[in-house]
């Protein structure tokens, strides 16, 4: 199999809402160095994939206000492979666009669609399972997706279910389970054959166009006006996305289509979708409390999670238990860890206040 048929695209769009004040809309968490390992999220995941996908085939799809962001970190893409969305349509569309993009240039390609801000501690394992992934993809006509094996009982997370067929390294999908309530998620890892959805998708352009002319018809009729590749381009999708139907790449292929497979995968995964998920994946102090900045004193304080942009800064803590604590130039963050997933609404209310939009 030829290495040249395979490609990666990376989509970085979002804007990660859940990690205000340090995430914000000009600047998203995929180009932050959350975890303090001297490479951003985007930079993590090209470093990884360009170990198996030759750099000339790796794209970046984002939100165009992103394109100069995504050129200035990877300086080894070419600046064609970096495309910009001209507005967020969520996953389906992107899919589409870079399938058929791809296919114009190597209709025998093979691609694997990956999130820009996930951390893989595992690796090895990972180019392992991506390798395989491309081997079958390139034989069968497969939608594949790589499935984590569940920890624990998450509600943040969909569900794959899969039909066991014993010693296999692959397995046919037979539901995916949007984020469900507790009890559903304990009886799923119970029952021993659900996996996390990862996000991660392989597949062969001709596989994914065919589902898409199969189960998004109209989408599929909207993308074959333009000729990718070309200088005509951006003005045809700058055209058509905004007649574009907003849906995920779940809910719209692989939720309906009947050649889904899933390869079970151990890789240190978390998809970062929180600041918790930060917390859990830090080194913490005897305490448990996990910080950035260098000059901080806690006294009577654990289990919390203490985040500052400018590490010259110093601070001192005390009685805090389990909360979170972010600073940056223009806004303080202070709220409970339990409370995470309601920075959303926070943001939603600053929004409200006037001016409020020049802190997000």
């Not at 970096?82 to 569309?93: F, L, Q, W």
């Amino acid at each position: 199999m030829s290495k040249s048929n395979n490609y990666c695209v990376i989509m970085a769009g979002g804007v990660g809402s859940r990690f205000w004040p340090m995430s914000t809309q000009k600047f998203p968490k995929q180009f932050q160095d959350i975890l303090g390992t001297g490479r951003t999220m985007i930079q993590q995941t090209y470093d990884r994939i360009s170990q198996i996908v030759p750099k000339e085939n790796i794209y970046v799809i984002t939100n165009k206000e992103y394109v100069s962001l995504t050129e200035q970190q990877l300086p080894e893409l070419k600046p064609q492979n970096i495309v910009g969305e001209p507005m967020m349509k969520n996953t389906a569309a992107c899919n589409i666009y870079m399938a058929k993009k791809i296919a114009a240039e190597n209709p025998d390609a093979n691609m694997i669609v990956l999130p820009a801000d996930h951390l893989i501690l595992k690796e090895t394992a990972f180019l392992q399972k991506v390798e395989l992934a491309f081997n079958l993809a390139s034989k069968n006509d497969y939608l594949i997706t790589l499935g984590i094996t569940p920890t624990r009982p998450d509600t943040g997370y969909g569900y794959i279910q899969f039909i066991d067929k014993k010693n296999a390294d692959h397995f046919k999908v037979k539901t995916f389970t949007e984020k469900p309530i507790l009890e559903i998620a304990k009886s799923f890892l119970e029952s021993g054959d659900f996996l996390w959805n990862a996000g991660i998708f392989i597949w062969n352009v001709k596989s994914i166009l065919a589902a898409f002319d199969a189960h998004l018809e109209e989408m599929s009729q909207q993308f074959v006006s333009c000729e990718y590749n070309t200088e005509d381009e951006v003005r045809c999708i700058e055209m058509i996305y905004p007649k574009v139907t907003k849906i995920s790449i779940d809910n719209g292929i692989l939720e309906k289509a009947k050649n889904v497979y899933v390869i079970p995968a151990d890789l240190g995964w978390s998809d970062l979708g929180s600041w918790t998920s930060v917390y859990e994946n830090y080194d913490k102090d005897e305490n448990e409390n996990t910080m950035h900045p260098k000059h901080v004193l806690l006294y009577n304080a654990k289990g919390n999670i203490v985040q500052f942009k400018n590490k010259n800064k110093a601070a001192v803590i005390d009685g805090l238990q389990n909360y979170i604590v972010v600073d940056t130039d223009k806004a303080l963050l202070i709220c409970p860890r339990e409370n995470d997933q309601l920075i959303k609404d926070y943001i939603q209310d600053l929004k409200n206040v006037r001016k409020g939009d020049k802190f997000l």
